[in-house]
């Protein structure tokens, strides 16, 4: 017969049979009692074996459609293919490419990333990525194939113009991970971070380009400190600050310290592999004025906790349960900021501090780079790792020592202005 539109709306499955199928040419149109959906079917012959496959349903497929479908399966079939195995894989194809969404890759490339065996991500690292990825949001539904470098590059420079250039340069990061995933599992051919290496917006900055971070005067540390040593803010948060400032540690390298690191009767405070940038722990000297302030952290969490009180304790907490938010000595110190009208500053802006106070005053600059968790010229990660815990430890103790010291002599030049 010779299918119609009107023919396929109209016709129905008689009441004593479960399905009828109505022929033309090869096409098959099935209709069922129950449901009474209309559903495409080809047939065909190869090798002596009768095949029967699925084209869709009517009339989400249209007659056209079908007849089209039909003939495409009749060519395959002249050239020797099996039309069945050819739309197997081209369903599994299908599948694969609205599979491999950009969401769906993060969670496997990062997930892979996360479990490695050598040098797998820090916490740290795995908290700002997840900051990162949240940015990501629009491109979180979209397949990898359908993916063009035009919008990829818009989604990127929409971050880094509204977020910032450090979030921009993060992003894409992020994205070649992503991409690097996809490419070494053949689910897309080339990785199209890599096309903007030049990109005027997108490309790395160079060194002299990059903006330190906001950091106060070191003629004004006096007055600053003077008056985070006199605020309200908690004990925690005080000594947070004044111990920051005293080593140049990342705020996530000691935020999460627990009392079993500190070693107090050498005054050194270990950090861990997994909260340096470096990913190799180093021995942090403490000089005695951060010294004190740890004393009197932790007779203070004693008496609140009392016999439940540990070593495994987190050291910049109240009770030592949950050390304090990365940002709860952002906005301690900016309220005092604000409050006292100094110019914008930020936490991690006292290593810039650090480190212009040790280069004036001609500390070693392996010993600097070091306290920094900036890269060694050792030659190697093994001799970096002697040259971090051995070599210029002692150089090391000096420079924290100097930084206190120096601290303490502005606050005292501040006071003694006021009176």
């Not at 004393?295 to 009392?306: F, V």
């Amino acid at each position: 017969m010779q299918f119609t539109t009107k023919f396929i709306e109209s016709c129905s499955c008689p009441e004593d049979r479960s399905s009828i199928s109505f022929y033309e040419n090869g096409l098959y149109l099935r209709v069922t009692k129950v449901t009474k959906s209309k559903s495409w079917l080809y047939s065909y012959m190869l090798h002596r074996k009768k095949y029967m496959i699925s084209l869709g349903s009517y009339p989400e497929v249209t007659l056209a459609e079908a007849r089209r479908e039909r003939e495409r399966m009749k060519l395959l079939l002249e050239n020797g293919k099996n039309p069945k195995l050819i739309k197997s894989l081209e369903k599994k194809k299908s599948f694969d490419h609205q599979a491999n969404t950009i969401e769906s890759l993060y969670e496997l490339a990062t997930g892979e990333r996360i479990n490695k065996r050598i040098n797998p991500w820090s916490k740290s690292h795995i908290k700002r990525t997840a900051f990162i990825w949240k940015h990501l949001k629009p491109i979180y539904e979209m397949p990898i194939r359908d993916l063009d470098k035009a919008l990829l590059r818009t989604t990127l420079v929409n971050i880094t113009n509204d977020i910032g250039v450090t979030s921009g340069q993060q992003a894409k990061n992020l994205m070649s991970v992503i991409y690097g995933y996809a490419v070494r599992n053949d689910i897309i051919p080339i990785n199209l971070i890599t096309g903007f290496a030049d990109d005027p917006i997108l490309r790395k900055p160079k060194p002299e380009e990059i903006t330190m971070q906001s950091f106060v005067d070191l003629d004004k540390l006096g007055h600053l400190f003077y008056l985070v040593k006199t605020s309200q803010m908690s004990l925690p948060s005080k000594a947070f600050l004044f111990i920051d400032c005293y080593t140049a540690l990342r705020v996530n390298s000691l935020i999460g310290a627990k009392w079993k690191d500190y070693n107090e009767v050498k005054s050194m405070l270990n950090i861990s592999a997994d909260k340096v940038k470096n990913k190799r722990a180093i021995e942090c000297p403490m000089p005695y004025q951060a010294k004190v302030l740890l004393g009197e952290l932790k007779e203070q969490q004693k008496l609140l906790t009392g016999s439940s009180w540990s070593e495994n304790k987190y050291i910049f907490s109240e009770n030592g349960a949950k050390p304090i938010s990365n940002d709860t000595p952002l906005h301690s110190l900016k309220r005092i900021l604000n409050k006292h009208n100094f110019a914008h500053a930020t936490v991690h802006g006292f290593r810039t501090i650090c480190q212009i106070k040790w280069t004036r005053d001609k500390f070693l600059s392996e010993a600097i780079n070091i306290q920094l968790d900036h890269s060694v010229t050792g030659g190697s990660s093994v001799v970096d790792r002697y040259l971090a815990n051995e070599a210029f430890l002692p150089e090391r103790v000096k420079m924290v020592e100097h930084m206190a010291q120096f601290i303490d002599t502005e606050v005292d030049k501040y006071v003694n202005g006021l009176s």
